[in-house]
């Protein structure tokens, strides 16, 4: 068996050194490695050595203890304070620990006695020394890709901030007109305005989306999900684009299908959207039909998709390419369609994180099928339904009358039309409003309302604002003794951002572009207390509906029957699991009244769920001991309750939904 002969290392290397027969002696080291590929530079003293390794060159620094008057050690300190990475061996002409623990504790990579010196010893030193050069290289990179990675997570936020904010102008004044009695002529121009500054905000969301993915930070959070909610919801929402279109759009199902499936409900969403949505656009005549069925899989049952258009099809060529990002058919259709060719790249690698895997199948001038299929969690037991489509009466929780609410809510933005747009909101619930341009002006206000004797109900507070921004503002009017809630409004949401706002005294956080309904949520949960019906309406009120989770059985049955004894209807779920499973179902209840002590589920991680998946819903909690609501963080719990229950602690709460 013959050796491999060893590779050769190709190295540039330093040698600071001020005798010629010691630099002679060392070339002729190197040149007798036969595994090393050396290219010697030489310089006699210190200040062009430090000039040589400054210029960074160089993979191995060779350098003497003695330079005429001077030391090699002031040298050696000198790189490693300037952050110089070259390793660097010294070299003496005498032993010496003390000297040579003094080079190692300076950061030298290695001693070498020159009258000691052997061809293997310096092999070995040169070897390490190349491979520490390497890993430094390595460590440095890493370190440079996460500072640049920080760098574009702070250009996309601040690119989001940017572009979102006057997206909340243009989608609220424009929702706002098409509400009006006076816009009835111009209803067709400002639908095209709403959708085309939806259709901008989906192309911001696909942006930070590919980036997520990219950097991979793109999580998904299966939670129980009702299948035909999340098709009736989507049917809903594309049938009018259809129908303007001139399309038919069909939604059936191949075989009986799961009532609730375990999937990122929210990302199952954004893929049916744009696959169905991309069916349409690219459709001038004809239909797009949905199919649902489900499938064994190898060991697994799935649940499968399939997206059939009558539309223009995609080029054979272009079929393997078609799920890359920024990939677009090469068509005067497609240029005329527009896009940014995102949507598909990111709904593949949506799918392929959800257990499943899409194909297509076109044909140019004819149409083009997409299936796709994601694993919808244990289904075996689950019951199954076909699909219906006909809205149910049953999926609207209680009393969603049109909220009456009295207070003061303090607006801070340095927008001027952002500040009007939320004020005609609030003010349409009967709630009065004031304005702020900026923290220091909000800071003035909020004083002022204090030294009089009066209090702000609530604040929206925008994080960017010139001269003092939202943060600092709202530590300073903290410091002022206020202690009503204070929202954040945001375009730069990212991961842990509401754990910082809450430490610095916020109570919640809106993603801008706001829309109404989540401020009327806010506004529901916040100003709940001031909630007013006169009597010509109350007769017309729907029966409050409560979801009370609680483990302990007996416990459960007692409120529920308290609340019935109030007037409200109740649906009991003794586990976390179940609580999930009746939001999937109903998706909004009046309250929650949620147990923190569970058997499948740490009650604070449970409440974090419904927030992420079902925000429009307002929690008490339930517990044995004194449960700290503003120390929470959570946006939706509104109040805690005290063991045991009383009849008149839940008229109170019934009292606030009213």
Same mark, same amino acid.
């Given at each position: 068996?013959?050796?491999?002969?060893?590779?050769?290392?190709?190295?540039?290397?330093?040698?600071?050194?001020?005798?010629?027969?010691?630099?002679?002696?060392? *070339?002729?080291?190197?040149?007798?490695?036969?595994?090393?590929?050396?290219?010697?530079?030489?310089?006699?003293?210190?200040?062009?050595?430090?000039?040589? #390794?400054?210029?960074?060159?160089?993979?191995?620094?060779?350098?003497?203890?003695?330079?005429?008057?001077?030391?090699?050690?002031?040298?050696?300190?000198?790189?490693?304070?300037?952050?110089?990475?070259?390793?660097?061996?010294?070299?003496?002409?005498?032993?010496?620990?003390?000297?040579?623990?003094?080079?190692?504790?300076?950061?030298?990579?290695?001693?070498?006695?020159?009258?000691?010196?052997?061809?293997?010893? @310096?092999?070995?030193?040169?070897?390490?020394?190349?491979?520490?050069? /390497?890993?430094?290289?390595?460590?440095?990179?890493?370190?440079?890709?996460?500072?640049?990675?920080?760098?574009?997570?702070? @250009?996309?936020?601040?690119?989001?901030?940017?572009? *979102?904010?006057?997206?909340?102008?243009?989608?609220?004044?424009?929702?706002? #007109?098409?509400?009006?009695?006076?816009?009835?002529?111009?209803?067709?121009?400002?639908?095209?305005?709403?959708?085309?500054?939806?259709?901008?905000?989906?192309?911001?969301?696909?942006?930070?989306?590919?980036?997520?993915?990219?950097?991979?930070?793109?999580?998904?959070?299966?939670?129980?999900?009702?299948?035909?909610?999340?098709?009736?919801?989507?049917?809903?929402?594309?049938?009018?684009?259809?129908?303007?279109?001139?399309?038919?759009?069909?939604?059936?199902?191949?075989?009986?299908?799961?009532?609730?499936?375990?999937?990122?409900?929210?990302?199952?969403?954004?893929?049916?959207?744009?696959?169905?949505?991309? !069916?349409?656009?690219?459709?001038?005549?004809?239909?797009?039909?949905? /199919?649902?069925?489900?499938?064994?899989?190898?060991?697994?049952?799935?649940?499968? @998709?399939? +997206?059939?258009?009558?539309?223009?099809?995609?080029?054979?060529?272009?079929?393997?390419?078609?799920?890359?990002? @920024?990939?677009?058919?090469?068509?005067?259709?497609?240029?005329?369609?527009?896009?940014?060719?995102?949507?598909?790249?990111?709904? !593949?690698?949506? +799918?392929? *994180?959800?257990?499943?895997?899409?194909?297509?199948?076109?044909?140019?001038?004819?149409?083009?099928?997409?299936?796709?299929?994601?694993?919808?969690?244990?289904?075996?037991?689950?019951?199954?339904?076909? #699909?219906?489509?006909?809205?149910?009466?049953?999926?609207?929780?209680?009393?969603?009358?049109?909220?009456?609410?009295?207070?003061?809510?303090?607006?801070?933005?340095?927008?001027?039309?952002?500040?009007?747009?939320?004020?005609?909101?609030?003010?349409?619930?009967?709630?009065?409003?004031?304005?702020?341009?900026?923290?220091?002006?909000?800071?003035?206000?909020?004083?002022?309302?204090?030294?009089?004797?009066?209090?702000?109900?609530?604040?929206?507070?925008?994080?960017?604002?010139?001269?003092?921004?939202?943060?600092?503002?709202?530590?300073?009017?903290?410091?002022?003794?206020?202690?009503?809630?204070?929202?954040?409004?945001?375009?730069?949401?990212?991961?842990? +951002?509401?754990?910082?706002?809450?430490?610095?005294?916020?109570?919640?956080?809106?993603?801008?572009?706001?829309?109404?309904?989540?401020?009327? *949520?806010?506004?529901?949960?916040?100003? !709940?207390?001031?909630?007013?019906?006169?009597?010509?309406?109350?007769?017309?009120?729907?029966?409050?509906?409560?979801?009370?989770?609680?483990?302990?059985?007996?416990?459960?049955?007692?409120?529920?029957?308290?609340?019935?004894?109030?007037?409200?209807?109740?649906?009991?779920?003794?586990?976390?699991?179940?609580?999930?499973?009746?939001?999937?179902?109903?998706?909004?209840?009046?309250?929650?009244?949620?147990?923190?002590?569970?058997?499948?589920?740490?009650? /604070?991680?449970?409440?974090?769920?419904?927030?992420?998946?079902?925000?429009?819903?307002?929690?008490?909690?339930?517990?044995?001991?004194?449960?700290?609501?503003?120390?929470?963080?959570?946006?939706?719990?509104?109040?805690?309750?005290?063991?045991?229950?009383?009849?008149?602690?839940?008229?109170?709460?019934?009292?606030?939904?009213?």
């Amino acid at each position: 068996m013959t050796n491999q002969p060893k590779p050769v290392v190709q190295a540039k290397i330093l040698l600071v050194e001020d005798d010629e027969d010691d630099y002679i002696i060392t *070339r002729s080291h190197l040149e007798d490695l036969t595994s090393l590929d050396s290219q010697l530079t030489w310089v006699t003293n210190s200040v062009e050595g430090l000039q040589k #390794l400054t210029e960074g060159n160089f993979d191995i620094c060779l350098l003497d203890y003695q330079l005429g008057a001077e030391t090699g050690l002031s040298l050696l300190k000198q790189a490693v304070d300037s952050g110089i990475s070259t390793p660097i061996i010294m070299l003496t002409g005498q032993p010496d620990k003390q000297l040579d623990l003094q080079a190692l504790e300076y950061g030298a990579a290695d001693f070498l006695v020159k009258s000691e010196l052997s061809e293997a010893r @310096f092999a070995r030193a040169i070897r390490y020394a190349l491979s520490r050069r /390497e890993f430094e290289l390595e460590r440095l990179n890493r370190l440079r890709l996460e500072a640049d990675n920080k760098s574009k997570d702070r @250009f996309l936020a601040h690119l989001s901030h940017e572009l *979102r904010t006057p997206l909340s102008s243009i989608l609220g004044y424009t929702e706002l #007109l098409l509400e009006s009695d006076h816009t009835e002529s111009a209803r067709p121009e400002l639908n095209i305005i709403l959708n085309n500054g939806k259709h901008l905000l989906s192309l911001l969301n696909d942006i930070l989306d590919l980036s997520k993915i990219t950097a991979n930070k793109l999580e998904l959070r299966p939670e129980p999900t009702s299948l035909r909610h999340l098709i009736l919801d989507i049917y809903t929402l594309l049938k009018v684009t259809a129908i303007d279109n001139g399309l038919e759009l069909n939604i059936s199902s191949l075989t009986p299908l799961p009532v609730l499936i375990t999937v990122d409900g929210t990302r199952l969403r954004q893929v049916l959207i744009n696959l169905i949505y991309n !069916a349409i656009k690219f459709t001038d005549a004809g239909s797009i039909s949905v /199919e649902l069925w489900t499938q064994q899989d190898a060991a697994k049952e799935m649940l499968f @998709f399939r +997206i059939t258009d009558t539309g223009v099809g995609i080029p054979q060529r272009q079929l393997k390419e078609i799920f890359a990002p @920024f990939t677009q058919i090469e068509d005067y259709l497609t240029r005329k369609k527009g896009g940014a060719g995102l949507g598909l790249a990111i709904s !593949a690698e949506l +799918i392929q *994180r959800m257990g499943g895997y899409i194909d297509v199948a076109s044909e140019e001038g004819k149409g083009s099928v997409f299936t796709f299929s994601v694993d919808p969690g244990d289904i075996v037991q689950a019951q199954r339904k076909p #699909l219906s489509l006909e809205p149910s009466l049953g999926n609207i929780g209680g009393a969603h009358n049109k909220l009456a609410l009295t207070g003061e809510v303090l607006i801070v933005d340095d927008l001027a039309d952002l500040r009007k747009l939320s004020a005609h909101w609030v003010q349409a619930t009967g709630a009065l409003v004031d304005f702020a341009e900026n923290g220091i002006e909000a800071i003035a206000k909020v004083k002022h309302k204090v030294a009089s004797g009066k209090h702000y109900d609530l604040i929206l507070m925008d994080l960017h604002m010139p001269g003092m921004g939202g943060r600092e503002a709202t530590v300073a009017i903290r410091e002022t003794g206020y202690s009503h809630p204070v929202v954040a409004l945001t375009a730069a949401m990212a991961k842990g +951002i509401r754990q910082q706002l809450t430490a610095l005294g916020f109570n919640d956080v809106l993603s801008k572009p706001i829309t109404k309904n989540q401020l009327y *949520r806010v506004l529901r949960c916040y100003l !709940a207390d001031h909630t007013a019906l006169t009597d010509s309406n109350a007769a017309d009120i729907a029966p409050l509906h409560f979801l009370v989770v609680e483990d302990d059985t007996e416990a459960a049955q007692l409120m529920q029957i308290l609340l019935q004894s109030l007037g409200v209807k109740t649906t009991l779920a003794h586990s976390a699991q179940e609580c999930m499973r009746e939001l999937a179902l109903l998706h909004r209840f009046d309250r929650i009244l949620l147990d923190l002590g569970l058997p499948d589920s740490d009650g /604070e991680q449970l409440i974090e769920r419904i927030e992420h998946s079902y925000p429009d819903n307002i929690v008490i909690v339930v517990s044995g001991h004194e449960h700290d609501v503003a120390a929470s963080g959570s946006a939706i719990v509104q109040q805690s309750l005290l063991k045991p229950i009383t009849k008149q602690a839940l008229h109170s709460i019934v009292l606030t939904c009213r």
